[in-house]
């Protein structure tokens, strides 16, 4: 009997409850549209501006360098984008090799993830591992768009507590 009357008091609540219809908001259980993806990797090349911090920092480790190196490397570059709304989110890893021109090879791995406009305009902000230590990279720049083929023009500031890296990058790529 105390069963029965457990079962018929449960069905009595649930049922009105689950007559009840909810309308969810659509934008929460609507997912985004489907984005496109492009691949823009493709060469690198430039100079760092060494901050005298840095430059003691890489003597540590026996690292001797002036105040700039060349930088020689590689972008792997994915951009997801929707065609009408001119934003492109970007995600990239840029490996380079500094101090060539003096003799030592500087590697350095840098993860960025940012904007870039349907104009060029881009900018980025992520993690910077070198020989001096880690820190986190703020660049900004412009890809220029010839025909099939990219000019990307950047300036990145690397803040750490060895000091202040600052380094133009520029190279091409082509639509993938």
């Known amino acids: 009997m105390r069963a029965a009357c457990l079962a018929l008091a449960f069905v009595s609540v649930?049922?009105?409850?689950?007559?009840?219809?909810?309308?969810?908001?659509?934008?929460?259980?609507t997912p985004p549209p489907v984005a496109?993806?492009?691949?823009?990797s493709g060469p690198r090349f430039g100079f760092t501006s060494l901050g005298e911090g840095v430059v003691k920092a890489l003597h540590e480790r026996q690292i001797d360098v002036g105040h700039s190196i060349s930088q020689f490397g590689w972008q792997f570059e994915k951009q997801f984008y929707r065609k009408d709304s001119g934003l492109a989110a970007v995600n990239e890893l840029v490996v380079l090799l500094g101090g060539l021109d003096q003799g030592v090879?500087?590697?350095s791995a840098t993860w960025m993830v940012g904007l870039r406009t349907k104009e060029g305009t881009e900018f980025g902000v992520g993690p910077?591992?070198?020989p001096a230590g880690v820190?986190?990279?703020?660049?900004?720049?412009?890809?220029?768009?010839?025909g099939i083929l990219n000019i990307p023009m950047n300036v990145a500031v690397v803040p750490s507590k060895a000091g202040t890296r600052i380094s133009f990058l520029t190279g091409f790529n082509m639509r993938n």
């Open 14 to 29: 649930a049922l009105p409850l689950g007559a009840q219809t909810v309308q969810p908001d659509p934008s929460v259980l």
């Open 36 to 40: 496109k993806t492009v691949t823009l």
């Open 105 to 107: 090879a500087i590697p």
């Open 128 to 130: 910077n591992v070198t």
């Open 135 to 146: 820190a986190l990279a703020f660049a900004a720049g412009v890809t220029i768009r010839t």
